[in-house]
T-cell receptor, first 112, second 114 residues
Framework: QKEVEQNSGPLSVPEGAIASLNCTYS??????FFWYRQYSGKSPELIMS????GDKEDGRFTAQLNKASQYVSLLIRDSQPSDSATYLC????????????FGAGTRLFVKA | EPEVTQTPSHQVTQMGQEVILRCVPI?????FYWYRQILGQKVEFLVS????????KSEIFDDQFSVERPDGSNFTLKIRSTKLEDSAMYFC????????????FGSGTRLTVV
């Protein structure tokens, strides 16, 4: 059973701080990794994708991938109250199939 | 205009009734997906649809479920005889290719089975 694990939180950080969200996955051959943001009652919104080891930066977001440790993280710099949401880690296992496996998400609260 | 439009936004149905959830992707992507999310739980894969055929389905997607693209644009998910446990948010998604590029989801349909 392929799994994606996240700390459910809530993670609470003050405005302007760095929020660090973590994710581990079980399928070693996974190739594609994603972070989605989901506001309450809304659909998930893709914010980052990463495919190779190392860091990928996009604005205030940095995704980090370590395939040897089967670990993905998301850093949010200069956190804003509008960043308060649930962040979903998602992995495409690359078994020749099409589905993506989602983690349960980490709830982030950014305090003003 | 959203890239993926889902209707209805909320549907309440009685147990045992049939429901049809609709999705209209704007562009001509070939890969489409249905996912669902029971309240407070993970987003779960239901089915992928490629080139007008089911390419993969999960164990959730049993004989009560079907998907169609009847007119080449609308993409529907039908549940033939709804159960209480089908109550969830259903998301239609489009994607560039085989799950490798990340999804653009519609706003979802909240299905409530009573």
């Amino acid at each position: 059973q392929k799994e994606v694990e996240q700390n459910s939180g809530p993670l609470s950080v003050p405005e302007g701080a760095i929020a660090s969200l973590n994710c581990t996955y079980s399928d070693r051959v996974s190739q594609s990794f994603f972070w989605y943001r989901q506001y309450s009652g809304k659909s998930p919104e893709l914010i980052m994708s990463i495919y190779s080891n190392g860091d990928k930066e996009d604005g205030r977001f940095t995704a980090q991938l370590n395939k040897a440790s089967q670990y993905v993280s998301l850093l949010i710099r200069d956190s804003q109250p509008s960043d308060s949401a649930t962040y979903l880690c998602a992995v495409n296992p690359w078994t020749g199939g099409f589905k993506t496996i989602f983690g349960a998400g980490t709830r982030l609260f950014v305090k003003a | 205009e959203p890239e993926v439009t889902q209707t209805p936004s909320h549907q309440v149905t009685q147990m045992g009734q049939e429901v049809i959830l609709r999705c209209v992707p704007i562009s001509n992507h070939l890969y489409f997906y249905w996912y669902r999310q029971i309240l407070g739980q993970k987003v779960e894969f239901l089915v992928s649809f490629y080139n007008n055929e089911i390419s993969e389905k999960s164990e959730i997607f049993d004989d009560q479920f079907s998907v169609e693209r009847p007119d080449g644009s609308n993409f529907t998910l039908k549940i033939r005889s709804t159960k209480l446990e089908d109550s969830a948010m259903y998301f239609c998604g489009k994607e560039g290719g085989q799950g490798n590029y990340g999804y653009t989801f519609g706003s979802g349909t909240r299905l409530t089975v009573v």
